[in-house]
């Protein structure tokens, strides 16, 4: 059908450009998470489990990567109990506000991620608008000092910034639920309230599904908003990354750490994936 | 019965031999400054087949609409019984629906989705069961139970929505052209089905529906609406043999209409003319091209000798178009191939020229 030059043409460019800018520097991380640093900061290239032992054993690894999860997992639910309100009643009773609503939603996507990490920061900082109008009502007399440099301030701005994530898939996906559905639902004698039980929630599970992957895989591997308001007690695991490829010149830990949550990240792409499947029935 | 306003709403009742079931009362509907439908009356009766009949556009389907609570009439009334339904969410009216694209919920198997009306209404489990699976045997999908609507054909997604709707055993059941998706063989199977399996359960039944012969098949009573108004409802061998206006005429079946002067009990069109105890003035007949025969010179029978334009074949029968001396044109039905000659001699009874109202220009 088409040409053997065609083929070529159309085949070749992206097969290198995925091989040389994706599967050339997994392959070198892979191989630098099985070598060493010496005493002298130069890189052994023996191979070793001990970078993946280091992970398992030191407990500022493990616990920090478990408490980036617990991170990520916050940002999740709290983004999709926002995103899934505001989608489903854009998608159901908006009527003729909707466009004009849906791009209220999407303009913030627009604006640099490090801004809106900023407006955070000047928001919940110790002289930030929320903690001089706290004082001004005389709801408390000192600075919170909880708001900012803490989880609370990276699990807020990274719901902030990732709600918009889960809304989009959720409201493609209740877009998509005919509303005959609805109607028929109506028709056999269901109330709205088992309505959305029985029909509309089952029928957007996909969306939540989507929506929840990004928002906790996205955020699982965040670095900007632990490392701006994040504090000491707000690290997360690729703060540690960072300081490994760069100050702590330890690459090949590093790299170790990074496939480790890249087999998570992808195993659990996998399973969202298949449930997607499962709960999609065009 | 008071509110009853409309002739055509009036005769229904007359001729309605059951108690009213539902009763429509002078409802209209408007989107913006669009009217949909206009001043609508008319009553189902208990156990009724009756089919709304129009075009599209005609407001048929936003009259099925309101009664099942989908929508909200801008004006007018409905009464089951003596309780007000216009005034209920759709899901407290003991009406069910068969959509148009059937509606059946993906997620659900074909026994779910039949179950779900019994479910919602949280019935015991084992009635549940014993119901739907009733429900499928009557509609011959009992092998098809455990399947998800997306393995089943359009036509076995017909039978699980009707059974769906009539598991609830509701006091009426609305269709919306449940039987337009399907392919014409099909559609006429159906038909008898879904009309024996009307008179089996006993529950009326509004159907909806642009198709004449569909409607002509399968009603006990037809309502006809034209641009959002009853323009006739009666038997469909009544709204054949006497159609109320020239629309309903032309509407159902073929027809002539003939535009002739009525002055001393002598209707005049052309040169053909016949007795008509009407008053004086210009009137409008229809005449059914079946009505139109080869000249045998029945006493009475008027007669005309025309020329052939065509013919079109139609099976048993064929339609000849003819040209009279005058200019008049006018269709006939005969036995196929009776005609080879370009000019034939044909008369009509004058009782076969039935008056009808001309219909009102609208848009």
């Known amino acids: ?282 | 019965m008071a509110s009853l306003t409309s002739p055509a709403a009036a005769e229904s009742f007359t001729s309605a031999s059951k108690p009213a079931l539902l009763s429509i009362r002078n409802v209209a509907k408007s989107f913006g400054k669009n009217a949909v439908l206009r001043d609508v009356s008319l009553e189902i009766a208990e156990g009724e087949f009756l089919t709304i009949l129009g075009e599209s556009g005609s407001g048929k389907t936003t009259l099925l609409r309101i009664i099942a609570g989908f929508e909200q009439a801008t004006s007018g009334e409905l009464w089951m019984g003596a309780e007000r339904l216009d005034q209920q969410p759709p899901y407290r009216r003991r009406v069910n629906t068969v959509f148009q694209s059937y509606a059946l919920f993906p997620h659900l198997t074909v026994e779910q989705n039949v179950g779900y009306g019994l479910r919602v209404a949280r019935r015991p489990d084992a009635e549940v069961k014993r119901r739907v699976a009733e429900a499928l045997d009557k509609v011959k999908m009992s092998a098809h139970a455990a399947k998800k609507p997306s393995k089943i054909s359009g036509g076995q997604a017909q039978r699980v929505a009707l059974a769906r709707a009539l598991v609830n055993r509701p006091q009426l059941l609305l269709l919306d052209e449940p039987l337009s998706a399907l392919d014409a063989n099909l559609r006429r199977q159906m038909q008898v089905e879904l009309k024996s399996l009307q008179r089996e359960v006993g529950i009326a039944f509004v159907f909806v529906t642009h198709d004449q012969e569909e409607a002509m098949v399968m009603s006990d009573r037809i309502a006809l609406l034209r641009s959002g108004e009853l323009e006739q409802i009666a038997t469909p061998r009544e709204i054949y043999s006497r159609p109320a206006t020239a629309y309903a005429a032309q509407f159902i079946g073929h027809t002539n209409l003939l535009k002739a002067d009525v002055s001393a009990g002598i209707a005049r069109c052309g040169s053909l003319s016949w007795p008509a105890s009407l008053a004086d003035g210009p009137t409008l007949f229809s005449l059914r091209p079946e009505h139109v025969r080869i000249a045998a010179g029945i006493s009475g029978a008027v007669r005309v000798h025309a020329r052939i334009l065509n013919k079109a074949f139609h099976g048993g029968t064929e339609l000849v178009r003819v040209e009279c001396a005058d200019g008049l044109i006018l269709t006939a039905r005969i036995a196929a191939g009776t005609v080879a000659q370009r000019e034939i001699e044909l008369e009509f009874s004058p009782a076969d020229a039935v008056p009808v109202r001309e219909s009102s220009e609208r848009n």
């Open chain 1, 1 to 282: 059908m088409f040409s053997r030059a065609y083929k070529m043409v159309v085949t070749v460019p992206p097969l290198l450009w995925v091989t040389i800018f994706l599967l050339v520097p997994y392959l070198l991380m892979f191989c630098y998470s099985f070598w060493t640093v010496s005493a002298s900061q130069t890189i052994v290239h023996s191979w070793t489990f001990d970078n993946y032992k280091d992970l398992l054993q030191k407990p500022v690894y493990w616990q920090t990567l478990l408490r980036s999860m617990w991170v990520a997992a916050r940002v999740m639910l709290f983004s999709l109990a926002l995103g899934y309100p505001l989608a489903y009643f854009l998608s159901f009773y908006a009527g003729a506000r909707k466009d004009w609503l849906y791009q209220m939603v999407i303009i913030p996507l627009w604006v640099s991620y490090l801004v809106r990490a900023y407006a955070w920061k000047t928001i919940l900082g110790s002289d930030g608008v929320l903690n001089t109008l706290l004082q001004y009502v005389h709801v408390t007399h000192h600075p919170l000092d909880f708001l900012l440099y803490s989880p609370f301030a990276v699990v807020l701005t990274l719901t902030h910034i990732y709600t918009p994530f889960t809304f989009l898939p959720i409201y493609a996906a209740l877009e998509h639920i005919p509303r005959n559905l609805v109607e028929a639902s109506h028709d056999l004698g269901a109330t709205p309230a088992q309505t959305f039980w029985k029909v509309i929630f089952p029928l957007s599970i996909p969306g939540v599904l989507a929506g929840a992957t990004f928002a906790f895989v996205l955020s699982l591997g965040d670095f900007l908003a632990p490392s701006l308001l994040g504090g000491p007690s707000g690290i997360m695991i690729s703060n540690i990354v960072v300081s490994l490829f760069g100050a702590a010149y330890n690459w090949p830990l590093g790299a170790a750490i990074s496939l480790a949550m890249l087999v998570l990240v992808v195993s659990l792409l996998v399973v969202s994936e298949r449930l997607e499947k499962k709960w999609s029935f065009s």
